[in-house]
């Protein structure tokens, strides 16, 4: 369960009313957290808390900012299910583009290897997200943050009287299901979001034992052929029994002279499309957004790296497309790679 803006005056009181009605226990010290910055020392409420059901075994994966209201939490995933990272967030509707960059820095981090949910109450009501546009420039910003780490925004209706001021972020298709606005929590007069997740099978280690032919002693496996007694193997046997008694003999100088590994996984190699230009502007990119962080690089600078960054992937990718419908014919295996 996340809360974003919650009426919290305390721990002990949510606690103990949650922990009533839902059998969810706060798990100390990060599942309930109230972020109280000096804009806010003067309002009642505001913040952020996350409720883990008893027995998930949790960790906080970035310590709080007491600048930005988000939490996040790592989940490790039962049995052959995967872990998943759950984010929830409050953005003030007057918050300023520094702690939105604070905000955006902490999302790339969490969203790059594992599954990501994120919610929160960003207060961007001008984001027209069926069109993924926007008015205001820092709501720009959040639909390229978006954009940047292949977020999927999945709530399509009013949370807020007409606005649609909640959302709900995955990172991936199919990791949450039955996404539906409802009834009000409590005295709230925003609508709570519920969805399913839908938990993805663990990627465990690779057992699956292959030839290691680049540590082979080819000259070792070449000796014990030619050292097998193959007429007097062979001798007398049809052709069913030869084979078999010949399959024997290269196995077993196979076993000694060619190593065997557990087969590499594909987990995290490179797109086909990402040659060295664009690996050297992408790098490129991201030294001068360190630039502009301290104050060294204007922000059109970083926004014209973003625009040439884009331009070049869609165009790499267009021409890898592009050849791989030339070749299919002639080289199916091109496709796979």
């Given at each position: 369960m996340c809360i974003a803006v919650s009426p919290l005056g305390g721990i002990e009181a949510p606690r103990g009313s949650f922990s009533s009605q839902g059998r969810f226990s706060a798990y100390p010290p990060f599942l309930l957290r109230r972020f109280a910055g000096k804009d806010r020392q003067a309002r009642r409420g505001g913040g952020v808390a996350l409720y883990v059901r008893e027995g998930y075994e949790c960790q906080e994966l970035i310590e709080g900012n007491s600048r930005v209201e988000c939490l996040w939490v790592r989940i490790r995933g039962r049995a052959s299910k995967a872990d998943i990272v759950v984010g929830v967030c409050y953005r003030p509707p007057n918050q300023n583009v520094e702690i939105d960059e604070i905000f955006y820095k902490q999302l790339g981090e969490v969203s790059r290897s594992l599954a990501l949910v994120l919610v929160g109450d960003f207060n961007l009501p001008d984001i027209s997200w069926a069109h993924n546009m926007a008015e205001r420039e820092q709501s720009r910003r959040f639909l390229e943050c978006v954009g940047d780490n292949f977020l999927i925004q999945l709530v399509r209706e009013p949370t807020m009287e007409a606005a649609l001021l909640d959302l709900l972020f995955?990172?991936?298709?199919?990791?949450?299901?039955?996404?539906?606005?409802?009834?009000?929590?409590?005295?709230?007069?925003?609508?709570?979001?519920?969805?399913?997740?839908?938990?993805?099978?663990?990627?465990?280690?690779?057992?699956?034992?292959?030839?290691?032919?680049?540590?082979?002693?080819?000259?070792?496996?070449?000796?014990?052929?030619?050292?097998?007694?193959?007429?007097?193997?062979?001798?007398?046997?049809?052709?069913?029994?030869?084979?078999?008694?010949?399959?024997?003999?290269?196995?077993?100088?196979?076993?000694?002279?060619?190593?065997?590994?557990?087969?590499?996984s594909r987990r995290g190699k490179r797109p086909a499309w990402l040659n060295k230009e664009i690996w050297s502007q992408l790098r490129e990119k991201r030294k001068v957004y360190g630039l502009w962080e301290k104050g060294q690089a204007t922000q059109e600078d970083y926004n014209g790296l973003i625009r040439l960054c884009r331009e070049k992937i869609r165009k790499v990718k267009a021409q890898l497309e592009l050849n791989l419908a030339w070749d299919v014919k002639n080289n199916k295996k091109n496709f796979y790679k």
């Open positions: 995955v990172n991936r298709e199919g990791l949450v299901g039955d996404v539906t606005v409802g009834d009000c929590l409590g005295h709230s007069d925003y609508e709570m979001i519920e969805f399913s997740v839908l938990r993805e099978a663990r990627r465990g280690a690779s057992r699956t034992a292959t030839m290691d032919l680049q540590r082979a002693d080819f000259g070792l496996f070449k000796n014990l052929l030619d050292r097998a007694p193959w007429e007097a193997a062979l001798k007398g046997k049809g052709v069913q029994e030869g084979w078999t008694c010949f399959k024997e003999e290269v196995l077993k100088a196979q076993e000694q002279a060619v190593p065997v590994r557990c087969k590499a």
